[in-house]
């Protein structure tokens, strides 16, 4: 993406990188609500940073260095084996349509191969989220599992070794 470069977020990153969580996903006018959320976000994002089954990556402008894409891959534990799990994808609004999600997720899904040695990634994303849901099958991914009675769904997809 022109203007856009991605990297491994940094410690001291995940405070930006917590601030577009909640922009993105919980949107809230309530000033309060967003300082509380955006400290939970990232006491959540620092716990899980530097170990070796979270690799947290972010999309940075080149003019300005600020954050407008993140993007979490961990290797969640599956009965005797680590399954790649990707989460908190997130694109600024004011950034969106411009393919940097499509950047995230095709590092997102060469990171499970590669540093998981996966042959499938998964995801979940809540079932009435019909744009995620449109971009995740229109990049191949399946619907493994319908929960309803968190409102998400399990999706995978297949990835060639």
Do not use: M, W
Not at 51 to 68: F, I, K, M, W, Y
Not at 80 to 103: C, F, K
Not at 136 to 161: I, S
């Amino acid at each position: 993406v022109p203007g856009i470069v991605l990297g491994e977020a940094g410690a001291d990153d995940l405070a930006d990188a917590a601030a577009l969580l909640v922009e993105s996903f919980f949107g809230s006018p309530n000033p309060t609500i967003v300082t509380i959320a955006t400290a939970r976000e990232f006491h959540r994002l620092r716990q899980h940073h530097g170990g070796d089954d979270h690799v947290q990556l972010l999309a940075r402008t080149t003019t300005s260095s600020e954050v407008v894409g993140f993007i979490d891959v961990d290797g969640r534990p599956k009965l005797n084996e680590r399954r790649p799990y990707i989460s908190d994808l997130a694109v600024r609004p004011d950034h969106r349509r411009r393919g940097i999600a499509t950047t995230l997720l095709d590092a997102a899904e060469a990171i499970a191969k590669h540093h998981f040695c996966a042959d499938s990634v998964f995801l979940k994303v809540l079932d009435d989220n019909s744009a995620a849901l449109a971009v995740y099958e229109k990049r191949g991914y399946d619907v493994l599992e319908d929960h309803h009675q968190d409102n998400k769904a399990t999706l995978v997809k297949r990835l060639l070794l």
